[in-house]
């Protein structure tokens, strides 16, 4: 994996990165203030050492949202479609990239789900029977 560069991007596709092996870890994270952030049940999230990541385009397009309250969280996104987008951690030596923005699979697979104690209730602890897309309810 030493070398691979993944791409990412944003939904609406206008920011874009690349981001490059060895990563520092690949991990699912259920604290609250990424519930929050993500609006979902855990961030996933890829950490590298901040020379492994570039911008393609579009970083003048990014906003960042440093949270007061926090010694380090931050997020940051496309100001056009409000999407995740990879930050660098306030002592600015890690990039936290979320793995949904990425267009590329890594060659990884998540390592380990950290603040475990902090997951929602309903949050990866239950076997839902899977669909190929919208159940029927939705038409
Ligand atoms: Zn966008
Ligand atoms: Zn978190």
């Given at each position: 994996m030493s070398g691979e560069v993944l791409a990412g991007s944003c939904l609406c596709g206008s920011v874009a990165y690349h981001v490059r092996a060895p990563y520092l870890q690949f991990a699912h994270c259920h604290c609250r203030r990424c519930r929050k952030a993500t609006g979902s049940g855990h961030a996933t999230n890829l950490y590298v050492e901040r020379p492994n990541f570039e911008w393609?385009?579009?970083?003048?397009l990014t906003a960042r949202f440093d949270l007061?309250?926090?010694?380090s969280f931050a997020t940051t996104f496309c100001r056009n479609c409000g999407s995740p987008l990879p930050h660098h951690t306030r002592s600015g030596r890690i990039v936290v990239v979320p793995?949904?923005?990425?267009d590329d699979e890594p060659s990884i697979s998540p390592q380990a789900r950290i603040f475990w104690e902090s997951?929602?209730?309903?949050?990866?602890s239950d076997a839902a029977p899977t669909f190929v897309a919208y159940p029927e309810w939705w038409k």
């Open positions: 393609v385009r579009g970083e003048e007061p309250s926090a010694k793995a949904g923005s990425l997951r929602a209730e309903w949050s990866c």
